[in-house]
């Protein structure tokens, strides 16, 4: 599978935006997709996952309550809904994929495949 995020872009705080990450190949809706987060000087940090099959929800205690990953597979594309956006949710956001035919992906079960970031940065 290959994917490509879009959507970044530069927001005052407090803000919105939508990230969206399109997937090539077969059989979508058979993987787990997540976004995962780099920040300057940072390791890669775990934002949300989405499960293939129902699609069972995970998010860092960071964005809870913030953030909404969702799917659709009719459009072999998943999104990241980021609200109440804050400084130090500045980061260059990265798409993911696992192959999970049983649906039953939970994190950190590690991603078998990685898409270009998309910046993301949110001025105070």
């Known amino acids: 599978v290959q994917l490509q995020a879009s959507g970044g872009g530069l927001v005052q705080a407090g803000g919105s935006l939508r990230l969206s990450c399109a997937a090539s190949?077969?059989?979508?809706?058979?993987?787990?997709m997540g976004w995962f987060r780099q920040a300057p000087g940072k390791e890669r940090e775990f934002v949300s996952t989405?499960?293939?099959?129902?699609?069972?929800?995970y998010y860092a205690d960071s964005v809870k309550g913030r953030f909404t990953i969702s799917r659709d597979n009719a459009k072999n594309t998943v999104y990241l809904q980021m609200n109440n956006l804050k400084p130090e949710d500045t980061a260059v956001y990265y798409c993911?994929?696992?192959?999970?035919?049983?649906?039953?992906?939970?994190?950190?079960?590690?991603?078998?495949?990685w898409g270009k970031g998309t910046q993301v940065t949110v001025s105070s």
């Open positions: 989405i499960s293939g099959g129902v699609g069972s929800t």
């Open positions: 190949g077969r059989a979508f809706s058979s993987y787990a």
């Open positions: 993911a994929a696992r192959l999970d035919y049983s649906g039953t992906y939970s994190p950190p079960r590690p991603m078998d495949a």
